[in-house]
């Protein structure tokens, strides 16, 4: 059974920047299109960030420019480098397959404050 860990939130004034990981147990991030996720207050969970095993890249608009996802498959980690952060961005960061296929971790709160 997959089980991811996401760690690296906290709380950033605006315009600051964060780091979030995501590991996962087992090879499964070696084939897998990754990405995270986030969810607001209120809102549903929506993709921010996609990952093929390729290296290839995708973000949607609101964060182009400011997030960049990488992958480490040696170490079957994702990251997620969120720079010029805005209070916008706050939510609950996910990270899973893309679409998402395991088991949703606990995430990591990522705060803004203005």
């Known amino acids: 059974q997959v089980q991811l860990v996401e760690s690296g939130g906290g709380l950033v004034q605006a315009g600051g920047s964060l780091r979030l990981s995501c590991s996962a147990s087992?090879?499964?991030?070696?084939?897998?299109?990754m990405a995270w996720y986030r969810q607001a207050p209120g809102k549903q969970r929506d993709v921010v960030a996609i990952i093929t095993g390729g290296g290839s890249t995708t973000y949607v608009d609101s964060v182009k420019g400011r997030f960049t996802i990488s992958r480490d498959n040696a170490k079957n980690t994702v990251y997620l480098q969120m720079n010029s952060l805005k209070p916008e961005d706050t939510a609950v960061y996910y990270c899973n397959a893309h679409p998402g296929r395991y088991n949703w971790g606990q995430g990591t709160q990522v705060t803004v404050s203005s």
């Open positions: 087992g090879t499964i991030l070696r084939i897998n299109i």
